[in-house]
């Protein structure tokens, strides 16, 4: 999630000479029913300096919250809280930054009492911040060189991907952090690498998408959809479920009751992808890609999620490349069915 302009000049220089994105193939598209999504698309809100949010975090509160992701200069990042309506309530400057350039926060999720859990790039910790007394805690500090993007719970543990090292990390509630999956499969080209991570209980996996891959199984930018099986704390292979177009880098995603998994593009493309539950694609939205024209005031300019709230999705528009404070929003996308339950086990907690 972290986008350097030098990496996206690096990645242009890659798509030289290659393939233009294409819409889906005939084959592979829904027709169109009720069900469909309408794909309406309003703006939920903007996002207050220092902006660039890159993940919507919906709560079992009610309350949505959005953190500043990589800010490019000397302010401190901040937290913000939202009603379910889009006003903004509240917000929180990170403490203990370093004030480089690079930090950034992430609400990557939350505990069972009612912590979020962040992830914050410039001192590679996981955080919570308790939102009823404002406090911040250190749960963990990842390894030299991490670039800590998304997070979700498995059974028993907080999985944490990588952006830069082709890692899937397992945080104990101790705060231990041990490197528990790698794979040539997850780094990524010019440093667009390792995003989002959800795992499904009936299917006993998680879901990972990946910006570009280098390990050769596609071209060095094309994205993927992986499914890493997990069972008893132990994975198994992983396996390709969805391969992205050139350029489009697979962000973060959410997942439809139906199973149907919406993929944000945060490249080039800049679109919204919705897959079937086994990775076949099946829309793309708009259809036009590289314009971003959703039919809001805020066209999509480094959609970076989507997360479901009620029968939307919400989608963080970052705008890493063109850095433009009136696009750096929280956009609202009609879909027509409702989100899977987010998995919280029992095990969630972390001390206040």
């Known amino acids: 999630m972290r986008r350097s302009l030098a990496a996206a000049v690096a990645l242009a220089l890659l798509t030289v000479g290659l393939a233009a994105p294409t819409a889906p193939a005939a084959g592979t598209v829904a027709s169109a ?16 300096a220092p902006g660039r949010p890159a993940y919507v975090h919906a709560s079992r509160s009610g309350r949505v919250y959005a953190g500043s992701y990589v800010s490019g200069d000397a302010q401190r990042s901040r937290v913000f809280e939202w009603s379910r309506s889009g006003t903004l309530l509240r917000s929180w400057t990170v403490p203990g930054q370093r004030l480089d350039g690079n930090q950034g926060v992430q609400v990557a999720n939350e505990t069972r009492n009612g912590l979020l859990v962040l992830l914050e790039t410039s001192t590679r910790r996981l955080l919570t911040l308790d939102v009823t ?8 500090t990842f390894p030299r060189g991490a670039v800590p993007n998304y997070a979700t719970w498995g059974p028993r ?7 830069a090292n082709g890692v899937v990390y397992r945080v104990f ?20 690498g390792t995003t989002g991570i959800v795992y499904r209980p009936r299917q006993r996996d998680l879901l990972i998408t990946q910006q570009t891959v280098t390990d050769g199984s596609g071209l060095p930018t094309n994205g993927a959809l ?3 099986p997990l069972d008893r704390g132990r994975h198994g292979t992983l396996r390709t479920l969805w391969r992205s177009l050139p350029t489009d880098l697979p962000d973060g995603f959410g997942i439809g009751r139906s199973g149907r998994i919406y993929v944000a593009n945060a490249g080039l493309t800049a679109q919204l ?3 079937s539950p086994t990775g076949r694609e099946l ?3 708009p259809e036009e890609p ?5 039919g809001s005031p805020v066209p999509f300019d480094t959609p970076c999620s989507a997360t479901f709230l009620g029968t939307r999705v919400l989608v963080a528009n970052q705008s890493a490349i063109q850095g433009d404070p009136a696009h750096q929003a929280i956009l609202s996308v009609e879909v027509g069915e409702r989100g899977v339950t987010p998995f919280i086990p029992t095990s969630a907690f972390y001390p206040r």
């Open 290 to 294: 590289f314009t971003g024209d959703n």
């Open 273 to 275: 992808v919705q897959l």
């Open 157 to 163: 543990h907080l999985f944490v991907t990588d952006y």
């Open 33 to 48: 029913a009720a069900a469909e999504p309408s794909f309406r698309t309003t703006v939920f809100s903007l996002v207050p």
């Open 173 to 192: 509630q101790s705060g231990r952090v041990e490197r528990w999956f790698r794979s040539p499969a997850l780094v990524g080209a010019a440093g667009f």
């Open 226 to 228: 992986y499914s890493l």
């Open 133 to 140: 007394t404002g406090r911040f805690r250190r749960i963990a």
């Open 283 to 285: 829309r793309r939205f």
